[in-house]
Each structure stands twice: as structure tokens, then as C-alpha cells.
């Protein structure tokens, strides 16, 4: 978390709203080389990353030097595109080896100082199989390639560091990080906690089912599961804790609902932008496709709290808690407005995701000018729209250095034939059988999300069993949903569990009670990517409305009683009954 004073200081208020004239910018001049505009897109990430995030002054001073001249090998790539697109990957002076050979270091320590060693540490592998692969006996080996080839396909060519993923990060992903960076610097998140108090508060469970409701809403800008917890938490924990919740339920309620962002249109964190990408399919259809889904979960959330009532007195929240009418319906506009905007552009209007947002957004830089009681304020205005910048820069970068990082991957499997090999790899383990490769494909995206970010863990997963799975029958946007989902997992499932340490630390409870617990609420994690697949028609709402609704149904009553057997206080038998049949009702009618 950036300290107020840096986080407002002006260079990098002027720094943020150079990423955002940037990035807008781009969508309203026209088309921009991509060995142009992704090379600045990492430029601009680098000061966030390496000077900003520094923690000692050694990283601060190092930050400074890479940064220069990171800034300096981006910009000799940006200038000399032309040239660069002439050689079709290959390096031809020592000069470029030096810049590409630095350029992919470089994208490994920006991707380490952002989230850690996990994600660097799968790309060097990678590398280092590009580089020896030839020497690896048998099938997994590759016949090897010049450095020159290598290093230059992947730093000089639109392949590597400037690929596709790369690609979508500047075109489409940043544009909708600056629209939630606009929305949190207003009031939307104070919308966002009052139209769920106002829907939920007075029900049995009020303050967790608020924070089911705010992290869903919040969730469907913001797209990180951690920014979610440390936002609508600070609100919804307390509230629980005040009211008597168990701590461990108190924190595992946020967590479970803050992850449930990354899969809720219409951003699913940068997941949705990939795999538009990926899949070729336009992203209103990925939107109407992942809607239903979401619902269940955070459905299956809401009835693992009545559940737990069962357990605990789960008060509701005190009507002097709750917020008037009036709050409830100014504070509401700040986001109401902007996804009015945005959901109309895109589905009426007819132009594309990227656009529309940008329309949005300074719909909502507008809406930075007033307060909760509509009061008209230029200083507020400025004050806003500077944290609304800074904002915005630090998250374009942090999922500018994820992406880049990740695009390393990808161009080393694409170049090596890897990704095709651990395809056959998984189809020969799986006997060539639907269910079997999906669970082989399942334990893959959960161990490597543990150490991953899950759109990074996405990328990589969907690269080598995406064509496993689309082989065995299953259509592609169903495969990649699946492995959507199943990256998600690390958020609430130990060892390693972001979204569950962060909720644990901010109530003071063990975190391994609040692991438990989450787990339980947010079952519907682990089955609903399977339900997906037996109940293929719940993705299908833009063509067949009537027989995803009855499908979503269907599944919706067996996660009901999957979640009242793992949780509720009942005789076992009973929760036994229930578990079995919510299971037969999911997979076998």
C-alpha cells in the first residue's frame, strides 16, 4: 500500500496522467505500431515498479539505474520499429543482443519487485529450456535455434515481450484499470457499500451478505482480489466483528467474496481482455458467458451464510447502521452512471469494449467534481482526479509487468513446440478421456496459482492444456473458462491463499480458521467449473437464454444442498444426504 504523501506526490500525479493520456489516447488516434506503443507501455511502467515500490535503498538506487535504462532500450525499440520489422526476429549487431538480452532480465526483476520470485522464476525456466532444450533427450527435448533468432524473436519481434497478451494489456486491459481507478477515487465505492446494506443489511447474516454484495460490485471494477479485501474489508470486517461474527467466519466471508471479483463481468480482472485474445470470441459474448457462473457463486456464498446461521447467530445489521434512502440513491449514481455508459456503448452502441470504456470514464471524471451530497467542488475535483491517476499508473504497471512477464512464457512455447508436448503429455496420462484430463488439468492451475497471479497462471495453464481439452471435445471458451476458474483457486485454498492472509491479518485471527472456512463458503469454486462442463448450455445465455437459466437452476439447487451438507449443523446423515444428492442433481440429471 503507497503511503498517502507519495502516493499524491505530483511527479507521480504528472507520471499517472501521462499513463493515462497515454493509453486513452491510443484508442482515439488510430492504429500505433506495436513495436511503438508496447515498448512504451513498459517505459511507463518501469518508475511504478522499480522507484516507487523500491523498500530499501539499495533496490531505490538500482530501481533508478534500470529504469533509465530500461526507459532508454524501450525507446531505442519504439524508434527503430521500422527497421526492427524488417528483420523479421533476428539479430544482426551485438548492440541489439545487448538490448534484447537486457530487455528480457529486465521484464524478469520488474515482474519479481511486483509480485514476487514464483512468476519470474517459471519464465527463466523457460528461457533456460529455449536456450538447452536441444541438449533434453527424447521427446521433451527441441532441436535447437540460434541466440540471434532466440533473444530476437523475443524482444525484437512481435513475438515475446511485444505479443499479443502484451498487445491487450495496452489496448484493452489498462483502459479498463483507468475506468476503476476513476470509479474508487470517487464515491463509487460508498455506492457500492450502501446498495447492499440497503438490499442485505436487515436479513439474517446482514453484514456478511453486505460484503457478498459490495465485493461483487466492487469486484466488477477493481478485479483483484486482494484490492477487493483491503477495500470493502476495512467496512464489512468490523461490521461482523461488532455484530458478534466469529472472526474466522468475519474474514473468510471477505475473502470468499472478494475472490469472486476476478470471475464477475464485466472486467473478471484481466482475464476476460485474454481471453478474448485467446479465444477469438468478441467480449460482450465472454461477458454473457461468464454471467451466470458468477451468479452461482456468489449465490452459493449467500446460502453458505444462511448455513452458518444454522451454526451461529448471525445478527443482521442495526437500522442506524443502514444508510437513508436518499444517500442510497445519490451515492448509487457515481457508479450507476458510468456503467450505464459503458453497458449501453457496448451493446446498443456497437463500438468496441475499449472505446466504450473510455467514453465511461470521463463520464466518470465528471461525476470526480461532486461529493455524496452533490456539492460542486473544483479543489475536490483536483484532489480526486490526482489519486484517481496515481492510481491508475501503479495498477497498469503492476498488471503491465504480470502480462509482459507471462508473454516470455508463452513465446518460449510457441517457439520450442513445449505447449504441444505437454498436450500429448496430458492426453496420454488422461487415456485420451474428457473427465480425467479435466482434473489432471485442474490440479495444474491450482498448484501453479498457488505461486502465480491467476491471470498469469491462466495464460500459462490454458497455453498447454487448452488444446488437450479442446481435443478431447470440449469447446474452446468452455476450456478456457475452466482454466479461468481453477487459477482462481490459490486465492482461498492453502498453502498459499492471498486473498484468505489479508482478510485473516485485518480481523486477528489464525489464518488457517479463516482458510477453512472459506473454503466452505466458496465450494462453489471447486464445483462450478466441473458443473460448467456437465451442464454445458449455463454459458450459453446470449444463444440459448431459456437453457442456460434452466441449467443455472439446476445447478444452483445442487450447490444449495452441497453447501447445507458441508456447512450446516444437521445430523450427518443428513448433511451426507445432502451432499449426495446436490451432487447427483449437478452431474448426473
Given amino acids: 500500500m503507497l503511503e498517502p504523501v507519495s502516493r499524491l506526490h505530483p511527479a507521480w500525479v504528472a507520471l499517472g496522467t501521462v499513463t493515462v493520456v497515454f493509453h486513452l489516447g491510443l484508442i482515439f488516434y488510430g492504429l500505433t505500431p506495436a513495436l511503438v506503443s508496447r515498448p512504451i507501455h513498459m517505459a511507463l511502467a518501469l518508475p511504478w515498479i522499480l522507484i516507487l515500490a523500491a523498500r530499501t535503498p539499495v533496490e531505490r538506487w538500482s530501481g533508478w539505474l534500470l529504469t533509465g535504462l530500461g526507459i532508454a532500450a524501450c525507446g531505442y525499440i ?14 544482426d ?34 528461457l533456460l529450456y529455449g536456450v538447452f532444450g536441444a541438449q533434453v533427450p527424447g521427446q521433451f527435448g527441441h532441436p535447437g535455434m540460434p541466440l540471434q533468432s532466440f533473444v530476437g524473436t523475443l ?21 479498463f484499470v483507468i475506468f476503476g481507478a476513476v470509479l474508487n477515487a470517487g464515491e463509487a465505492g460508498r455506492g457500492f457499500m450502501n446498495m447492499a ?14 460484503s457478498v454484495i459490495s465485493s461483487a460490485l466492487m469486484g466488477s471494477i477493481s478485479g483483484s482480489a486482494s484490492a477487493n479485501v483491503a477495500s470493502t474489508g476495512a467496512i464489512t470486517i468490523p461490521t461482523m466483528v461488532r455484530l458478534g461474527y466469529p472472526r474466522s467466519l468475519a474474514g473468510a466471508v471477505e475473502a470468499v467474496a472478494s475472490s469472486g471479483g476476478q470471475i464477475m463481468p464485466p472486467l473478471m480482472g484481466a482475464g476476460a481482455f485474454v481471453m478474448v485474445e ?22 452459493t456464498v449467500w446460502v453458505g451464510i444462511n448455513a452458518y446461521a444454522t451454526r451461529h447467530d448471525l445478527r443482521p445489521m442495526a437500522a442506524s447502521e443502514q444508510p437513508a434512502p436518499k444517500e442510497v440513491l445519490i451515492t448509487s449514481l457515481f457508479f450507476a452512471v458510468p456503467f450505464v455508459i459503458l453497458l449501453e456503448r457496448i451493446f446498443l452502441g456497437g463500438v468496441t469494449p475499449q472505446y466504450a470504456a473510455s467514453i465511461a470514464i470521463f463520464a466518470g471524471m465528471a461525476l470526480l467534481c461532486f461529493d455524496v451530497t452533490l456539492t ?12 484517481a491517476m496515481v492510481i491508475a499508473g501503479r495498477q497498469v504497471a503492476v498488471i503491465g509487468a504480470i502480462i509482459i512477464c507471462a508473454s516470455l512464457v508463452i513465446g518460449v512455447l510457441a517457439l520450442t513446440g513445449l505447449g504441444v508436448k505437454i498436450t500429448t503429455g496430458i492426453l496420454s496420462l488422461s487415456g485420451e478421456m474428457l473427465w480425467p484430463a479435466l482434473l489432471l488439468t485442474a490440479l495444474a492451475c491450482l498448484v501453479l496459482g498457488m505461486e502465480v497471479p491467476t491471470t498469469a497462471a491462466y495464460v500459462i495453464c490454458v497455453s498447454v492444456a487448452g488444446p488437450a481439452l479442446t481435443a478431447l471435445g470440449l469447446e474452446p471458451l468452455l476450456a478456457h473458462l475452466f482454466v479461468f476458474w481453477f487459477a482462481l483457486l490459490s486465492t482461498i485454498t492453502p498453502p498459499v491463499c492471498g486473498g484468505v492472509f489479508i482478510a485473516a491479518g485485518m480481523v486477528g485471527e489464525n489464518w488457517l480458521k479463516v482458510a477453512m472456512k472459506a473454503m466452505a463458503l466458496g465450494i462453489g469454486l471447486y464445483i462450478i467449473p466441473l458443473a460448467m462442463v456437465a451442464n454445458p448450455d449455463v454459458i450459453r445465455l446470449a444463444f440459448d437464454p431459456s437453457g442456460a437459466v434452466i441449467d443455472a437452476v439446476k445447478i444452483a439447487v445442487g450447490l444449495t444442498g452441497v453447501s447445507y451438507g458441508v456447512i450446516a449443523r444437521r445430523a450427518w446423515w443428513l448433511r451426507l444426504v445432502l451432499v449426495v444428492v446436490g451432487a447427483a442433481v449437478i452431474f448426473a440429471f
Avoid: D
Avoid at 97 to 106: H, K
Fill in 78 to 91: 519504439a524508434v527503430n520499429e521500422e527497421a526492427l520489422s524488417q528483420q523479421y526476429g533476428f539479430i
Fill in 93 to 126: 549487431t551485438h548492440l541489439q543482443m545487448v538490448i534484447g538480452v537486457f530487455l528480457i532480465g529486465l521484464a524478469l526483476e520488474a515482474a519479481r519487485r511486483a509480485i514476487g520470485w514464483p512468476l519470474p522464476l517459471v519464465a527463466l525456466a523457460a
Fill in 155 to 175: 524482444t525484437i519481434a512481435e513475438g515475446g515481450l511485444w505479443g499479443k497478451l502484451t498487445g491487450v494489456s495496452v489496448g484493452v486491459v489498462a483502459v
Fill in 197 to 210: 446494506s440497503a438490499v442485505a443489511g436487515r436479513l439474517t447474516g446482514g453484514a456478511a451478505k453486505v
Fill in 278 to 299: 485467446l479465444t477469438g470470441t468478441p467480449y460482450p459474448l465472454i461477458m454473457a458467458a461468464a454471467l451466470l457462473p458468477a451468479i452461482l457463486y456468489f449465490a
Fill in 376 to 387: 460542486f467542488s473544483l479543489h475536490g475535483f483536483g484532489r480526486r482526479m490526482a489519486e
